[in-house]
């Protein structure tokens, strides 16, 4: 699993991960797909990914019995995702792991960036990635978020000398979509199994459970891995509302200084309001000398 090593040694961070680029993706016109896995947990990252061969091969590679990561067991979903890394003279893959970490600060940021957006903008990352790698891609395939017609109208104008389509349950309407699902899901699931809590010198329980925010097993684990202090691990995406309802009624509450209005304020200190009033009083300057000096004044006839 040396393509989660990256994101496993600091969980914290998002990072990106990659097969090698076929070559014959560099000399042959090529399509692509692209998917995600982990959008609605409360736990974990999310991962996107990317799979891509070359057009004439097409049959071939959808022979391979692709299909929506969500309809094929997990032992499917590896055999399926070791026969995409064997076939590397044919077929090429990238993924980003977006952290929990990363996601939640991004949505409770001042200006608030979506998980749509989020969505959005690592298809296009992924799009750039393989690109620059010289692949010569002329069909994009990718599984929608939000509306379908806006988000093709979105990447077709970031990328107009590639064919884009974008579709509802595009996973499980173009194999090559369904491959990158696989990819997606089967690099989620390795760092589920492999995580690694930055978290010291504190016990937290490996059995979360699916990660959803319906699942008993998650909630039960949420409750019992707050600290009323410090709130949750890395782990957790701690935006999500049933976390925010968690934090707001078991961790402790936090005063700032500046919450209490009762205070006095200090002998000649003014109200920050003070600053956004309008002046009233005369509000004309005396010119610098530089000007008085030298009888300089300001013109108003140009005639």
Partial sequence: MEYIQTFISDTRRSCSTQSSTPAITTTEECFMGIDEAGRGPVLGPMVYATCFGPISRKNEIERQGFA????????????????ICSS???L???AEILSPNDISNGMLQRTK???????????????RRVLDDGVLLSEVYVDTVGDPAKYQALLQDTFPHVKVTVSKKADSLFPIVSAASICAKVIRDATLKKWRFVERGVEISADVGSGYPADPT??????????????YPSLVRFSWAT?????????????????????????????????????????????HRFFEERGLTIPSDFS
């Avoid at 998650?218 to 709130?231: A, I, N, V, Y």
């Avoid at 961790?251 to 200090?266: H, L």
């Fill in 68 to 83: 929506d990561s969500k309809q094929l067991s997990e032992k499917q979903r590896d055999e399926l995702f070791g026969c």
């Fill in 243 to 287: 976390c925010t309802s968690i934090l707001d009624n078991k961790a402790y509450a936090v005063k700032w200084p500046d919450d209490d209005d009762s205070q006095p304020m200090a002998a000649g200190c003014a109200k920050i309001s003070q600053y956004f009033k309008q002046n009233t009083a005369d509000s004309s300057r005396k010119r």
């Fill in 113 to 127: 960036y979506s998980l749509n957006a989020l969505s959005h903008d690592t298809a296009k990352k992924l799009i």
């Fill in 92 to 94: 090429g893959w990238k």
């Fill in 88 to 90: 590397s003279d044919l």
């Fill in 218 to 231: 998650t909630k039960r684990w949420l409750q019992e891995s707050l600290d009323p202090l410090f709130g």
